[in-house]
């Protein structure tokens, strides 16, 4: 029985999430009933990372078998056609051992996070960045964002229905760039907490608009209190850019 690995790409407006709900439209049910389409064949798909509502990707892995050998240009064009006219899009496809697992087996996972800070709406990207109407200190929240990074106890910017078994997570880099009138916040680790990301992002902005010191920022963190955190950012600014396998 052959495993198969896809690379995805989506927009997470119309999504509730990558997974499955009880209401509502799911990427990993959509997912699963195009692959359906091709194979008649009821499967399981297994996804790196559980993004939330609204959230989008631009490397979303997932995995699955199936009981016949397609060609993975085949499997690739067919669920892409089956997809029609989801926003989603299979952007690759490939073969792999029964020993890979598109969650348990990453090393990493890569998200960006997307503000945009002027005075004027976005209109192209209007579900695609979060928009602050002020220039943002990108500088203070750089370094801000720096105290972070390393092995800490997270639980100010845990959601309070995470279900990971520890709030200590090893963040590997958090770093903020100022791209003309846009904000990136780069953050990557092996594994996230449940709206880690958005709670930190949401504090940065906090440190950005000069209503906390980068010092607030780490007092915030030390406090390992879900009251300590600013307001979470909202998901339509986040994608899942990458994901590592070794």
Not at 52 to 66: E, N, R, S, T, Y
Not at 117 to 128: E, F, Q
Not at 196 to 217: A, F, I, N, T
Request: charged share 25%; aromatic share 8%; glycine share 6%.
């Amino acid at each position: 029985m052959p495993r198969y690995r896809v690379t995805l790409e989506y927009d997470g407006t119309p999504f509730v999430g990558w997974q499955v709900q009880a209401v509502g439209v799911s990427v990993q049910g959509r997912l699963a009933e195009a692959i359906a389409k091709l194979s008649g064949e009821t499967i399981s798909v297994r996804g790196a990372g559980r993004t939330d509502a609204g959230v989008h990707a631009k490397g979303q892995v997932a995995h699955f078998d199936l009981a016949r050998a397609w060609p993975t240009d085949t499997v690739r064009n067919a669920v892409n056609f089956h997809l029609k006219p989801e926003p989603i899009a299979v952007l690759d496809c490939a073969v792999v051992t029964e020993a890979f697992d598109a969650r348990f087996s990453a090393t990493a996972r890569h998200y960006t996070y997307r503000i945009l800070a002027r005075s004027a709406p976005p209109v192209l990207d209007r579900d695609r960045v979060w928009w602050v109407p002020q220039r943002l200190d990108c500088a203070a929240m750089h370094q801000a964002a720096s105290q972070l990074v390393g092995r800490h106890d997270f639980t100010t910017f845990r959601a309070a229905d995470c279900q990971a078994k520890s709030p200590v997570k090893t963040l590997d880099r958090l770093s903020v760039v100022a791209d003309d009138e846009e904000v990136q916040i780069v953050a990557s680790a092996r594994s996230f907490l449940h709206n880690q990301v958005r709670s930190m992002v949401g504090s940065l902005k906090l440190v950005g608009e000069g209503k906390w010191s980068p010092g607030d920022l780490f007092a915030a963190l030390e406090a390992r209190d879900r009251s300590a955190c600013g307001p979470v950012a909202p998901a339509r600014g986040l994608y899942l850019m990458r994901v590592d396998y070794a």
